[in-house]
Each structure stands twice: as C-alpha cells, then as structure tokens.
C-alpha cells in the first residue's frame, strides 16, 4: 500500500499571504489528522477529520482551517500568513473505525517558510 | 496543563550498545501509546506501541514498557546500529477522544560505529 503523500512538500510565502496543503491517506483509511512542527513547540495537532466532519481540534488560531473530501483525502488553509507559521506541516492517516483509536501513519511533510 | 515530557533531550551511545529512551507523562486517563522515530528531513516513522492493558510490548530489537503506577513509558532498542539515529518521540492518546496524539517533546538519540 502507498504510504500518506503530502503536497506540495516545500513552500514559499510571504506575510499576508494564504496557503492550501493537501494530504492524501494511506487507501482505507478514513481519518486525517493534521500537525505542526517547530523546533520550539516540537510537534503539535491542529485538527482531525473522519468522514468528511471535523471531530477535534487544537488551540490555533482560527487563521488555520481545514477539510476532508469523500475521498479521505484532505486539505488544509492557512489564511494570513505569519512568520511564526513557518513549520513542518505533518498529516497523517488512520483507520480509526469503531471508536478504537489506532494507529496513525505520517505523511513526510510539507515545509512552509514564510518570509 | 497535561503533558507528555522526555527525560533526556540526547543519548548517546556506541554501535552494539542498548539504548534506552524515557519518557513520562501526565495523563492518567491516556490508555493507548505509540514510538516514533524521526529521521531528518523526514515524517515520523511508526515504531511500536502499547495499550494501557500491557506493561510490555515486543518488537524487531524494540521494546517498549509502560509503568502505568508511576506513568513512565521507555523505547528500549538492542544492539543499536548507527541506521538507529534519528529523534524519538513518545505519543499518547487519552483524555480527548478520538485521535488526537500528544506528543513528547523528542530524544535525539545518537550513534557512533
């Protein structure tokens, strides 16, 4: 099975300016959670999808949104770009059936540097 | 707030040697705990984990051992090989439901041939 594919996996920004991320889930996997590295905080959750809602989400500020497609596959937006969102933005997917939780597998990240 | 913390932010060791990578954390109610290991550059790598109802878990020359009385969770690697170096951290799942993993802050664990 193909792994968790992240695009784009670099990116360029400047201040004000928004960016849209896409991840796609390991095939059969209906949840995506998304996250946030920095050398500072280490890494962090953002949001989690399961078919299609938003079930959880993390203390950001709201500048940071996202989706899921009936696909699985999801999308993040952040609008109003600040330096301190320079990070490695890390999705990952699990099967999370049930009410178990499971195991999550990681995409490799897509770098946003905001200049 | 709860928290899941790393003990030592750097091991190192020499090739051949056991390492052993801690890790607490706060949480009473976490019941499920999972070991990444990070390569540079890289997302984090799947390693093992456990459930709150094993103290021990077994792998390919991992182990991982809970301590639910004291809330300690150790990544035990044997015979570690240079290919071992990367960052590992420790994750849970607890207290908010579904999956929201919080991460430990990370070991830089470091060998030497």
């Known amino acids: 099975k193909a792994g968790v594919t992240q695009t784009p996996r670099y990116l360029i920004k400047t201040r004000g300016q928004q960016v849209t991320l896409s991840c796609s889930p390991i095939?059969?996997?209906?949840?995506v959670s998304w996250y946030q590295q920095t050398p500072g905080q280490g890494l962090q959750f953002l949001f989690e999808?399961?078919?299609?809602?938003?079930?959880n989400k993390g203390n950001f500020p709201g500048r940071f949104s996202g989706r899921q497609f009936s696909n699985s596959r999801s999308e993040m937006n952040v609008s109003t770009l600040e330096l301190g969102d320079s990070a490695l933005y890390l999705c990952?997917?699990?099967?999370?059936?049930?009410?178990?939780?499971?195991?999550?597998?990681f995409g490799p990240g897509t770098r946003l540097l905001v200049l | 707030g709860e928290s899941v913390g790393l003990h030592l932010p750097t091991l190192s060791v020499q090739e051949g040697d056991n390492s052993i990578i801690n890790c607490a954390y706060s949480?009473?109610?976490?019941?499920?705990f999972i070991w990444y290991k990070q390569e540079s550059g890289k997302g984090p790598q799947f390693i093992i984990d456990?459930?709150?109802?094993?103290d021990k878990r077994q792998g390919q020359r991992v182990t991982v051992l809970l301590n639910k009385t004291v809330k300690h969770l150790s990544l035990q690697i044997a015979a570690t090989q240079p290919g071992d170096s990367a960052v590992y951290f420790c994750?849970?799942?607890?207290?908010?439901?579904?999956?929201?993993?919080?991460f430990g802050k990370g070991t830089m664990l470091l060998v030497s041939p």
């Open positions: 990952a997917s699990s099967l999370a059936s049930g009410g178990r939780v499971e195991t999550q597998y």
């Open positions: 095939s059969g996997h209906r949840s």
């Open positions: 999808y399961f078919s299609e809602t938003q079930r």
């Open positions: 949480n009473s109610a976490s019941d499920y």
């Open positions: 456990i459930r709150s109802n094993m």
């Open positions: 994750a849970e799942f607890g207290g908010s439901g579904y999956s929201t993993l919080t």
